[in-house]
């Protein structure tokens, strides 16, 4: 079973920290279907440091959602350390995440995030440092190398180890692929091989039998999932299901996805306020309906809700609506 520091997972199946999206709310959702760990949303150091009112938000967790990552970035030792006293400190995550993985320009230009990847050494000094000054298990979430011509995989993962660092979280991309592309697996097998601290291997983890391949592909002893996720909770679900069992469970019914979506959007609303939330949700909501029949009229009315109720009816007269066809043709 995956154990990080002393904290030990139900299970191996992990949600990924996505900006933007793993705030509470969401966390809470897919934790309530069986993660083993939830993280959560990058949190910039300074914004801890300086007491940012948005930034101190973002700490909020349910206690519910336990065991939980919380993840920082920055790219100044001092203030990376004086957030991770803080988080450690001051909330009750379980765990400190470093993030070495975000790829976009506004995070590198700050020498955070993927920029790190291409100094073993800051690395190592960076991650001591924080280890140095906190009790609560510290990790690493990076991406295999900047590009193809600089990737120090193995040497980034050892230089977490050898700084103290309780495991490390490893996406198969580059900064340079960003999203794009195929993950590269055989690399984070190779890194397993060459540590004795846990690896989580992340992307293109899109179905149960994905995350059981690369259980079995790389040796890797938890799996994260992070896109797949997106309102579809029901893929870590079926993720635990089938590496407990090995069958699949069938997929939810369309009521059973918007009676989710409200769910979720309820726990955004009392996290935040309605008119933040109800727009936040709009993608989401998108997200849930994303392969359902007869979607796309409901998908473009999304946008033009600003209000709990807005949403509510029309999400909830699109299931009226196919409930009612489906009865139809069984009378028929």
Known sequence: MLKIGNVEMKNPVVLAPMAGICNSAFRLTVKEFGAGLVCAEM??????????????????????ENPLSLQIFGGEKETLV???????????????????????????KCEAGAKWLLDPNKIYEMVSAVVDAVD??????????????????????????????????????TRVQMYEGTANWDIIREVKQSLNIPLIGNGDVNTPEDAKRMLDETGVDGVMIGRAALGNPWMIYSTVKYLET???????????????????????????????????????????????RGNAKVRNGINACNTRNDLVTLLTNYVEEVESEDSDVKVG
């Not at 930034?55 to 909020?60: D, F, G, R, S, V």
């Not at 988080?87 to 009750?92: E, G, I, L, R, Y």
Request: contains cysteine; glycine residues 6%.
């Open 43 to 64: 949190i910039s150091d300074k914004g801890i440091v300086f007491q940012n009112e948005k930034t101190m938000n973002m700490l909020y967790i349910d206690e519910r």
């Open 82 to 108: 004086e957030a991770a006293k803080f988080v450690d400190k001051n909330t009750n995550a379980d765990i400190i995440d470093i993030n070495m993985g975000c790829p976009v320009n506004k995070i590198i």
């Open 136 to 173: 609560k298990p510290v990790t690493v979430k990076m991406r295999i190398g900047w590009d193809d011509d600089h990737i120090f995989a193995i040497e980034n993962a050892k230089a977490v180890e050898r700084a103290g660092g309780a495991a490390v979280s490893m996406h198969g991309r």
């Open 246 to 292: 090995g069958e699949l469970v069938s997929d939810p019914s369309i009521r059973e996805k918007i009676d989710v979506c409200l769910l979720h959007l309820d726990r955004l609303i009392a996290l935040k306020n309605e008119h933040i939330a109800v727009r936040e949700m709009r993608k989401h909501a998108a997200w849930y309906l994303k392969g359902l």
